[in-house]
């Protein structure tokens, strides 16, 4: 069982920077693979990014909208997941879930991949 709360969403100007974390709880957090999905009013919950699991360090994914501006790592020491945005635009508003599966090195775009959920961070771009 892991339970997962995103912290550091917020207000910014297009352009700025938010730095979003997923901490984990529960043991073996080293073992998921962790995704970021986004989810605005009245849209879907798409795939944002990810870092999935393997013995010696998993890989990055991007969704082609935020390749070259947003950044996930992860810091096995801390239990947490972080999803570093620049460049943000308008249309980034929306709130940012974290999902984890213990394992996870496939499928990491889609959301029915994941077990876990956390409860969502709002972002929120000015033009």
């Known amino acids: 069982q892991v339970q997962l709360v995103e912290s550091g969403g917020g207000l910014v100007q297009a352009g700025g920077s938010l730095r979003l974390s997923c901490a984990g709880s529960?043991?073996?957090?080293?073992?998921?693979?962790v995704g970021w999905f986004r989810q605005a009013p009245g849209q879907e919950r798409d795939f944002v990014a990810a870092?999935?699991?393997?013995?010696?360090?998993?890989?990055?994914h991007y969704a082609d909208s935020v390749k070259g501006r947003f950044t996930i790592s992860r810091d096995n020491a801390k239990n947490t997941v972080y999803l570093q945005m620049d460049s943000l635009k308008h249309e980034d508003t929306a709130v940012y879930f974290c999902?984890?599966?213990?394992?996870?090195?496939?499928?990491?775009?889609?959301?029915?991949?994941?077990?876990?959920w956390g409860q969502g961070t709002q972002v929120t771009v000015s033009s």
């Open positions: 999902a984890a599966g213990q394992y996870l090195s496939v499928a990491w775009y889609a959301s029915t991949t994941y077990d876990y």
């Open positions: 529960g043991r073996s957090f080293d073992t998921y693979g």
């Open positions: 870092i999935t699991w393997r013995w010696n360090g998993g890989d990055a």
